[in-house]
């Protein structure tokens, strides 16, 4: 079982940056691609970045490619998501998720979720 938690999350004006952090528990941590979503009010939830289990590859959602960076520390057992130059559009409940096994999907094929956390870009 793995537990995630995100944080990071807030109020920021377009063209700002915030940076999200989501810390995973247990001990097998580099083992697990990782990925991040999110859903906007209304919206289905859509892909936004992911990352190999030892970090080796990401992928991204057209919409973020360019402005947002995801990248791991396997030794602190967390994944970040750097996101600049934010846009309105970007206004979304972020979530981070866990798949047990290496390789990243971009589709919501994950075994675990984190409870999500607000990202507000005011224009």
């Known amino acids: 079982q793995v537990q995630l938690v995100e944080s990071g999350g807030g109020l920021v004006q377009a063209g700002g940056s915030l940076r999200l952090s989501c810390a995973a528990s247990g001990r097998t941590f580099s083992s697990y691609a990782m990925g991040w979503f999110r859903q906007a009010p209304g919206k289905e939830r859509e892909f936004v970045a992911a990352i190999t289990g030892y970090g080796g590859s990401t992928y991204y959602a057209d919409s973020v490619k360019g402005r947002f960076t995801i990248s791991r520390d396997n030794a602190k057992n967390t994944v970040y998501l750097q996101m600049n130059s934010l846009k309105p559009e970007d206004t979304a409940v972020y979530y981070c998720?866990?798949?047990?096994?290496?390789?990243?999907?971009?589709?919501?094929?994950?075994?675990?979720w984190g409870q999500g956390t607000q990202v507000t870009v005011s224009s």
């Open positions: 998720a866990a798949r047990s096994r290496p390789t990243a999907t971009m589709t919501d094929n994950y075994d675990y």
